[in-house]
């Protein structure tokens, strides 16, 4: 069945330095959105991404997708302790435009002050 | 705007007890609907979606239902509780006016079953 894969499940990193999650998709994909879950918070929609190649960027956070819509990263920099929290990434589950969504196992990130 | 309430934010509930948790969202009509539960430490899995009033799709096998008595209603329920149900249950809707429209999540209710 399709799958998501997210990597790495946890990253602890000191204050500045950068991040980077991963995610891998088994098919190719028409779109992939991002979301942010803050401690104890709910899922909080970063961005969506839709052309093959696209990069956007939100002030620190750059999100990238794969020339083949497989794969895709979020990378912060210089990161902050505003940044600790779960980032997912998710995708379309299926065909058709139902909105329903797979999600990535999330990576948990740590910043040291 | 559009908002969506969840309630109730915690619960603990004993084996065997029925579950009924509740999400309404305002300012939008027709919304597509979902419950997704998060284990600890873990993703989001999909457990039930809605495009319409009485109109369910399950995702999974399990021991939960879910209704839409009204547009901007959704409810999940048991009957009869699991110690495997415990988790982060999280409501969620989204528009489908363009395509893949974000979800926007409700704040969750974390269910304890003891």
């Excluded at chain 1, 709910?42 to 956070?61: A, D, N, T, Y």
């Excluded at chain 1, 083949?68 to 299926?94: E, M, R, W």
């Excluded at chain 2, 839409?68 to 409810?75: G, L």
């Amino acid at each position: 069945g399709q799958q998501v894969m997210q990597i790495p499940q946890y990253q602890h990193v000191q204050e500045g330095e950068d991040f980077t999650t991963y995610c891998n998709s088994s098919t190719t994909l028409s779109n992939i959105q991002w979301y942010k879950q803050r401690p104890g918070g709910h899922p909080v929609f970063l961005i969506q991404l839709v052309k093959s190649g696209e990069v956007k960027k939100q002030k620190r956070l750059t999100f990238q997708f794969g020339e083949a819509k497989k794969n895709s990263s979020l990378h912060i920099t210089a990161t902050q302790t505003t940044d600790v929290g779960t980032y997912f990434c998710a995708v379309p589950k299926g065909s058709g435009n139902t909105g329903k969504l797979i999600f990535g196992q999330g990576t948990t990130l740590q910043v040291k002050p | 705007s559009q908002t969506i309430h969840q309630w109730p934010a915690t619960l603990v509930q004993p084996v065997g007890s029925p579950l009924s948790l509740e999400c309404t969202v305002e300012g939008t009509s027709n919304p597509n609907l979902y419950w997704y539960r998060q284990a600890a430490g873990r993703g989001l899995q999909l457990l039930f979606y809605s495009v319409g009033i009485g109109q369910i799709s399950s995702e999974v096998p399990q021991n939960l239902s879910a209704s839409r008595p009204q547009d901007r209603q959704f409810i999940l329920s048991s009957k009869k509780l699991l110690l495997s149900d415990s988790g982060f249950y999280l409501c969620a809707w989204t528009t489908m006016s363009s395509y893949n429209s974000p979800l926007h999540f409700g704040n969750g209710t974390r269910l304890t079953v003891t």
